[in-house]
């Protein structure tokens, strides 16, 4: 079955850099969500988009800015980039039009950035 | 608020039982529960809605009391493939976002 894919699966930058990464939902998959996971940390939500729509905000820094495209895909882009920014940043994706009453959010394997 | 686990750490000999618990302030909607190995995604296990249920397969079960807003985990029989941290996800309406518990780091040695 189709995952959940995320691009680059590992990205370097510079302090001041910027980054921009990548999520392809599940084939007729219509939410996008991202979070961002530290070294020890839970996952913390950053953003979600429902039918290419923001549908819910978190805790984003305004450094950081996402949308969702016409196909489904999701990019998340981060500018000024900065040293606690190095995490691991997943996307999830879930059916919410199937008609029922609840859906798990599939992960994928996640984006290890490292900030330098 | 971010809901608490409990316990943070444990570590369980091949075999033995281990029971996961998570706690919310705010009423829930449903409770996800996930397991997390090192460096990767988490894995889905199973969704509990309001209403009581209780879910399980194989040697993995979980209940959820609505009235209290909390959830259990329950693993029976531990082979060492479920090492790993595992994280509650709550949801307080339904097709949110999930808030993840402070997780629980499982070991199982041989």
């Known amino acids: 079955a189709a995952g959940v894919i995320q691009s680059p699966r590992h990205l370097i930058k510079e302090k001041r850099e910027t980054a921009t990464l990548k999520c392809y939902p599940i084939p007729r998959h219509d939410t996008v969500y991202w979070y961002q996971q530290g070294p020890g940390q839970d996952p913390q939500f950053l953003i979600s988009f429902y039918e290419k729509m923001q549908s819910d905000k978190g805790s984003i820094p305004d450094r950081f800015s996402a949308q969702q495209f016409s196909d489904y895909h999701s990019e998340l882009n981060m500018s000024s980039l900065e040293l606690g920014d190095s995490a691991l940043y997943f996307c999830?994706?879930?059916?919410?039009?199937?008609?029922?009453?609840?859906?798990?959010?599939?992960f994928g394997p996640g984006t290890r950035l490292t900030v330098l | 608020q971010q809901p608490v686990q409990s316990p943070q750490a444990v570590i369980l000999r091949e075999g033995e039982d281990a029971v996961i618990n998570c706690s919310s302030s705010?009423?829930?909607?449903?409770v996800h529960w996930y397991r997390q190995k090192h460096g990767e995604a988490p894995v889905f296990l199973m969704i509990l809605l309001k209403g009581g249920e209780q879910k399980g397969h194989d040697k993995i079960s979980a209940s959820f009391n609505e009235k209290k807003q909390q959830s259990s985990l329950y693993l029976t029989a531990s082979q060492l493939s479920y090492s790993g941290t595992y994280f509650c996800g709550t949801e307080n309406f339904g097709n949110e976002k999930l808030t993840f518990g402070t997780g629980t780091r499982l070991t199982i040695i041989p």
């Open positions: 705010k009423a829930l909607y449903s």
């Open positions: 999830a994706s879930r059916d919410r039009t199937s008609g029922s009453s609840y859906n798990e959010q599939f």
